[in-house]
């Protein structure tokens, strides 16, 4: 199943269903032969010693889409992932994960959603504006916390 974001609107709700890619780990190679160049959602992790994620950021990529913004945070010689992300994890223990989207104010409410209470001291999202209440169910291949 591709991993992309699909909704459905209800009255003045919208269910939204994000469909994640796999665990990949984030190097230059792989984002430059496996990422699309297409807008979408993605979540940064690092992976500690006991092998288990921990989440970063959540952001979207649209102008320039998620391979361009992926590709900069892979580089070790940038070091944006720092600069972006305001932490100073190895580049070799970067994790991501994706979903491609082709709206914006689809990925305006998505992100939103997951700023109100997800992650200490997240950035705050405003919404698009259009719904009343925002819903999003995750699907993901593997656990979200382990990498065995």
């Known amino acids: 199943m591709e991993a992309r974001v699909t909704r459905r609107i209800k009255d003045s709700s919208v269910y939204y269903t994000i469909r994640w890619t796999?665990?990949?780990?984030?190097?230059?190679?792989?984002?430059?032969?496996?990422?699309?160049?297409?807008?979408?959602?993605?979540?940064?992790?690092?992976?500690d010693h006991a092998n288990t994620l921990h989440l970063i950021d959540r952001r979207g990529a649209y102008y320039g889409g998620l391979r361009h913004i992926l590709r900069e945070i892979a580089d070790p010689d940038v070091r944006n992932a720092v600069v972006f992300f305001g932490r100073s994890e190895p580049h070799d223990?970067?994790?991501?994960?994706?979903?491609?989207?082709?709206?914006?104010?689809d990925m305006d409410d998505i992100l939103y959603f997951f700023s109100i209470g997800s992650m200490p001291n997240p950035e705050p999202h405003q919404d698009?504006?259009?719904?009343?209440?925002?819903?999003?169910?995750?699907?993901?291949?593997?656990?979200?916390?382990?990498?065995?």
């Open 22 to 47: 796999d665990f990949l780990h984030l190097e230059k190679h792989r984002v430059n032969t496996s990422i699309p160049s297409e807008a979408g959602v993605f979540e940064l992790y690092y992976l």
């Open 93 to 105: 223990r970067l994790y991501v994960r994706y979903s491609l989207i082709r709206s914006q104010p």
């Open 128 to 148: 698009s504006g259009r719904f009343a209440h925002i819903y999003v169910k995750e699907i993901t291949p593997r656990s979200l916390y382990t990498l065995a």
